[in-house]
C-alpha cells in the first residue's frame, strides 16, 4: 500500500485517468461493484418502501 500526499483535484484527476484506462467491460463492472457496495453504506434516512405511496383504483364499470 503506497500513501500519497495530494490536494483533493489531484486525487480525482488520479482516479479517473486510472478509470479511463479500464476497457469498457472493466468500467461496466467496476460500476457494478461500486453499486453493489453502496447499497451496504449506512444511511440515516431509511426509505420505507409503503410509506408515500398512493394507489389510484379505476373501478371497472357494469353494463
Known sequence: MEVRFQTKEESNKQQQE???????VERVYSFWRLME???H???K???????????????????
Open 41 to 43: 453504506f449506512p444511511v
Open 18 to 24: 486510472d478509470f479511463l484506462k479500464l476497457s469498457k
Open 45 to 63: 434516512n431509511k426509505i420505507e418502501s409503503k410509506k408515500d405511496n398512493f394507489w389510484i383504483v379505476i373501478p371497472e364499470r357494469k353494463k
Open 37 to 39: 457496495r453502496m447499497s
